[in-house]
């Protein structure tokens, strides 16, 4: 359709093609110009709120950017890997000190 809103090109990689998947679930029958839409909204919305949580807990306790990182981004790979994934890949090595 003829907009004169600046477009956005970006690759369809497999983490993008599954968050069009999530959002084609959540939102049926909605164009796949407006899930992506509405995604980058919500994304950024949530990313907003996170962001001074993490300065909040740099401020008072005096995290690393790593922990803060860490601390915004927590659970945010849950549904990727198993509970106890690095528990059962640490297994395999070997034990070198």
């Given at each position: 359709?003829?907009?004169?809103?600046?477009?956005?090109?970006?690759?369809a990689?497999?983490?993008?093609?599954?968050?069009?998947?999530?959002?084609?679930?959540?939102?049926?029958?909605?164009?796949?110009?407006?899930?992506?839409?509405?995604?980058?909204?919500?994304?950024?919305?949530?990313?907003?709120?996170?962001?001074?949580?993490?300065?909040e807990?740099?401020?008072?306790?005096?995290l690393?950017?790593?922990?803060?990182?860490?601390?915004?981004?927590?659970?945010?790979?849950?549904?990727?890997?198993?509970?106890?994934?690095?528990?059962?890949?640490?297994?395999?090595?070997?034990?070198?000190?």
């Amino acid at each position: 359709m003829p907009t004169a809103l600046k477009r956005f090109q970006v690759p369809a990689t497999d983490p993008l093609m599954d968050a069009v998947g999530v959002a084609e679930h959540a939102w049926p029958g909605l164009p796949k110009s407006q899930a992506i839409s509405r995604l980058a909204v919500i994304g950024a919305t949530s990313v907003r709120r996170a962001e001074p949580a993490a300065q909040e807990a740099l401020a008072s306790t005096e995290l690393s950017q790593r922990q803060a990182f860490e601390f915004v981004t927590s659970g945010a790979f849950a549904r990727y890997y198993p509970a106890d994934y690095l528990e059962e890949l640490r297994e395999d090595w070997d034990d070198r000190s």
